[in-house]
C-alpha cells in the first residue's frame, strides 16, 4: 500500500491558536482523502504544541478516518512558512514515514522536502495563485510577495491540483511573469481542476427544507481581516437595506469576530461541523459578497451552502461562478444587484427553484467520486 504524505498549511489563528477544525486547508483535505484510507496510507501534519490546537478533537477526527497523524514543530505567522519551515522536523517526520506521495498543500516548501524524498512523486495544491496582479492585503505591509516560491513548487512537481479553471489561468500568468518558456514546456500536462467538493444525495434523499427563514448566513474563512471586513462590510450594507425582511447571522471559522453588529446581526462563533450544518440548514440563503473586482479561486463557504441546499448569492466573477450553472440569477456585479436578488428572493418558490437547480448542477458537475477514481489512477501509472 503507498504511503500518501500530506502535508497541510494552516491560516485559521486566532488568539494564538490553530483552529484547525475550521481551517479551509484541513476542511478540503480531510474530505477528499478521508475517501482513499482503503488504497492509500494517508498522513497529516499537525503542530507539535497540542496546547496550540483543539488535539483531542483533531486527532480523534483524523483515527476515526483512519488518517494517521505526524507532529511538526509550526509557526503560528502562516506568511513565515511559505519562506521558512522546520527543516529537521520535517527531515524527521518524512524519514519515518518513507511516502510515495508528497502531497503539499504550501507549494513553496516543495524544494525543501523534495530533498527528503528523492524517490516520492510530488503533488502540489493550494487554494489561490499569488502573482504581481493579485491584490496585496496592506495589513500584512508585504515587502515581498511568494508568488515565485510558489511557482517554484509547482514547477518542481509532477503534479499541479488546482482547485478551478481561474486557478488554472491564473498559475499561467504566474509562470509566465518569472520563467522562460523552456521552463514551462511540461506545465500544461501536469495541471489538473480538482475543485473542492464533498458527497452530494440525490436530492430526492435529503429531508424536506423548508424556504421561510429569513436567516441570511454570512460565514466566510479569509485569512486576511482586510477581505474578510470588506466582504463583511458589504453584506452588512445589503441586509440593513433589507432588514424589515431578513437577518444576518454570522459565524467566524477564521476567528476575527465581526467588525460591527445590530439588532438585524446575530453572532453564531467558530461552529463545529455539526452546527454550522445546522445552521445552514435552517437558513435559506446565502450571502457572498467579498472583493468585488479581486479574483478568487474557489469558496468552500459556498459549497457548504450549496450542499445545505442555500440559495446563493455570489459574486459574477473568477473561480467563484465556475460553481453554479451558467445564467444562474445569483451572479451579481455589485450591492445594488445583490438587493434586487434579495428582494427577487422574497418569493419562496423562486428560491427554492434557485437552491435546488444550484445543488442538482453542483452535484453532477462536481461529482467527488469522478476526482477520487482520477486520483487513484494517477498515482498508480
Not at 527543516?87 to 524544494?111: M, R
Not at 509562470?175 to 489538473?192: A, H, P, T
Not at 429569513?214 to 440593513?240: A, G, K, P
Request: proline share 4%; aromatic share 14%; charged share 25%.
Amino acid at each position: 500500500m503507498k504511503t500518501i504524505f500530506v502535508d497541510l498549511q494552516y491560516s485559521a489563528i486566532s488568539n494564538g491558536k490553530f483552529l484547525v477544525l475550521s481551517d479551509s486547508n484541513f476542511d478540503v483535505n480531510f474530505s477528499f482523502f478521508k475517501h482513499l484510507t482503503k488504497d492509500f496510507r494517508i498522513i497529516f501534519t499537525l503542530p507539535d504544541d497540542r496546547d496550540i490546537f483543539d488535539s483531542k478533537s483533531v486527532i480523534e477526527k483524523l483515527n476515526c478516518a483512519e488518517i494517521k497523524p505526524v507532529f511538526i514543530e509550526r509557526q503560528l505567522i502562516p506568511f513565515n512558512e511559505r519562506f521558512n519551515i522546520n527543516l529537521k522536523g520535517y527531515e524527521e517526520a518524512i524519514s519515518v514515514a518513507n511516502p510515495d506521495v508528497l502531497y503539499c498543500n504550501n507549494p513553496s516548501t516543495v524544494a525543501q522536502l523534495k530533498l527528503f524524498a528523492p524517490k516520492a512523486k510530488i503533488i502540489t495544491y493550494n487554494h489561490w495563485i499569488d502573482s504581481s496582479l493579485y491584490p496585496k492585503d496592506p495589513n500584512l505591509q508585504r515587502k515581498m510577495s511568494y508568488n515565485i516560491r510558489q511557482c517554484e513548487g509547482h514547477l518542481l512537481s509532477d503534479y499541479v491540483f488546482l482547485n478551478s479553471n481561474f486557478a488554472a489561468r491564473m498559475l499561467i500568468q504566474a509562470l509566465q511573469e518569472n520563467f522562460n518558456e523552456r521552463m514551462m514546456d511540461d506545465v500544461d500536462e501536469k495541471i489538473f481542476i480538482f475543485p473542492p467538493t464533498d458527497v452530494f444525495e440525490p436530492i430526492e434523499k435529503l429531508p424536506l427544507k423548508k424556504y421561510d427563514s429569513n436567516i441570511i448566513v454570512f460565514n466566510h474563512r479569509l485569512s486576511s481581516f482586510s477581505y474578510y471586513q470588506q466582504n463583511f462590510e458589504d453584506c452588512f450594507s445589503v441586509i440593513q437595506s433589507l432588514s424589515a425582511d431578513y437577518h444576518l447571522a454570522c459565524t467566524d471559522s477564521s476567528g476575527k469576530g465581526i467588525p460591527k453588529s445590530a439588532d438585524f446581526t446575530t453572532y453564531l462563533g467558530t461552529l463545529s461541523d455539526e452546527n454550522l450544518n445546522k445552521a445552514l440548514w435552517e437558513s435559506s440563503v446565502h450571502l457572498s459578497l467579498f472583493r468585488f473586482g479581486n479574483g478568487g479561486m474557489w469558496s468552500i463557504s459556498i459549497m457548504r451552502a450549496i450542499k445545505n441546499l442555500n440559495a446563493i448569492i455570489l459574486p459574477n466573477h473568477s473561480g467563484y461562478k465556475e460553481m453554479v450553472p451558467p445564467n444562474y440569477p445569483g451572479l451579481v456585479e455589485n450591492t445594488d444587484m445583490a438587493i434586487d436578488v434579495l428582494k427577487a428572493f422574497k418569493n419562496l418558490d423562486f428560491r427554492k427553484t434557485c437552491a435546488m437547480t444550484c445543488y442538482e448542477w453542483f452535484r453532477k458537475t462536481y461529482d467527488m467520486s469522478i476526482y477520487i477514481e482520477c486520483f487513484k489512477k494517477l498515482l498508480n501509472e
